[in-house]
């Protein structure tokens, strides 16, 4: 395989979906090596099969808003990879979603379900419908149609979403809902981020943001270093934004700044447990602001336009978007003493700032490392059902931990240079690719 081949021809076949393209390249770039020493991958064809999805669905979906007008919007769900297991990954109900994005999302979670050690294909899904400013009766009805034309396309052994940006316990009610209401069947198994009461898991609100910080301890362990007193600055202020805050304060590190689309918040004070529940309030409010916290808690500032890397910190989580930290942001928060990095987001850094941070030579994970601590408890979410059981918060806990420990070490064992620096992002690709890739040789051309 030659990977500025492979690119060549994905960017005919593909032209303008550049986040998909960014996405392929950058697993490409670090399994080529590996590849290369394997005929049988090339001979069967692997990576052509790998970075094309199984199947793309898309779909119209329309409704009818509070004042009576109608309303269409696009809906997708793509089915990238199901070597391993029924396709799963998230929902992302946001603006700027399109297929491009879709892809990129579909084809890291192929990765990053390989990593969690549980049976999970990779897939994504969502529609260009925009939550903020929306009524509550509004996201229901969308939802309701939404699932009107996706309910015949999943099942708990065929296809499992999830919530992924706007797309959270509340939306997955009403999903949940109407397909109950079409299938005729209560199958728990085919959505995860449930409600406790309707087979919902513990612990799953939290995991992305508290596997992420378990991550973040064994990196930071096996460097020598302790996340106690440490500056931490992150990105956002929804779900994982929140389970991030909550788990760092809880181990001791300082939270000083949570951002959002309007700016940044310094907090130099770090979190109490009324800033991190306010930090709830702020995402239900569909407003899609982070100034607010500022006026509530008087020891906070708001700098508007500003991101989070403005603020000096020791280390950098990116919880919210795509790309949203730059190589100009890599730059600003290396030049202020940041030395580490992990992506909470998926592919949260352009790929000039991953590029940074490695040149600099600090501690820097990928997101389908430090973030699948989400999608990992949602697979414990998925034996639960099966089971027609509940476990409770710490045995899920554990488990997650214990999923967190085996990724890391997945990344280590993959990802050490000759030079006894851990390159995570290799280590996540390698290890991530070779399960999949495997599970393929060994499932005939198909
Ligand atoms: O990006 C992700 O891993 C998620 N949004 C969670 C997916 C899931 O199926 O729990």
């Not at 820097?364 to 989400?374: D, L, Q, R, T």
């Not at 851990?422 to 051309?445: D, P, R, S, T």
């Amino acid at each position: 395989m030659n990977v500025n081949n492979v690119m060549a021809d994905l960017e005919r076949k593909h032209p303008g979906e550049n986040e998909y393209l960014q996405a392929v390249r950058e697993v490409l770039e670090s399994i080529e090596e590996v590849y290369n020493e394997h005929p049988e991958f090339e001979k069967a064809r692997i990576v052509e099969r790998m970075v094309e999805p199984d199947r793309i669905i898309t779909f119209r979906v329309t409704w009818v808003d509070d004042k009576g007008e109608i309303q269409t919007n696009i809906g997708y769900r793509v089915q990238f990879n199901s070597a391993i297991g029924p396709y799963k990954g998230g929902l992302r109900f946001h603006s700027a979603v399109n297929l491009s994005m879709l892809k990129f999302l579909g084809f890291e979670q192929t990765f990053k379900n390989a990593l969690t050690t549980l049976p999970m294909g990779g897939a994504k899904g969502g529609s260009d419908f925009s939550p903020k400013g929306k009524s509550d009766a509004e996201i229901m009805r969308f939802c309701q149609a939404f699932m009107l034309e996706l309910w015949k396309n999943i099942g708990p052994d065929t296809d499992v979403p999830a919530g992924d940006v706007g797309v959270g316990g509340r939306e997955i009610g009403y999903l949940y809902g109407m397909y109950k209401k079409l299938a005729r069947e209560y199958n728990t198994g085919v959505l995860t981020g449930k409600g406790i009461t309707w087979g919902g898991s513990l612990v799953r609100p939290e995991a992305t943001g508290f596997g992420a910080l378990y991550f973040v301890q064994h990196m930071l362990h096996k460097a020598g270093k302790d996340i106690k007193g440490k500056t931490v600055a992150i990105s956002g202020f929804g779900n994982v934004a929140w389970g991030a805050a909550t788990k760092a304060t809880e181990l001791g590190a300082r939270v000083i700044a949570i951002s959002g689309p309007d700016g940044v918040i310094h907090n130099p004070n770090g979190m109490t447990p009324e800033k991190i529940d306010y930090m709830l309030e702020l995402r239900a409010s569909n407003r899609d602001i982070v100034a607010p916290f500022a006026e509530r808690f008087p020891d906070s500032t708001f700098v508007p336009g500003k991101k989070a890397w403005s603020v000096k910190c020791d280390i950098a989580l990116p919880c919210a978007f795509q790309n949203e930290l730059t190589g100009d942001d890599a730059r600003e928060l290396l030049a202020n003493g940041t030395w580490c990095a992990a992506e909470v987001s998926n592919m949260g850094c352009t790929p000039e700032a991953i590029a940074e941070f490695q040149k600099a030579g600090i501690l820097f994970a990928p997101g389908k490392a430090v973030n699948a601590g989400g999608v990992a408890t949602s697979g414990l979410e998925m034996t639960q059902n099966a089971q027609h059981l509940s476990w409770s918060a710490e045995e899920v806990d554990k488990k997650l931990h214990y999923i967190m420990s085996q990724i890391h070490e997945a990344c280590v064992t993959y990802g050490t240079q000759p030079d006894g620096y851990v390159n995570y992002v290799k280590g996540a690709n390698v290890a991530g690719f070779m399960k999949v890739a495997h599970a393929m040789l060994e499932q005939g051309i198909i």
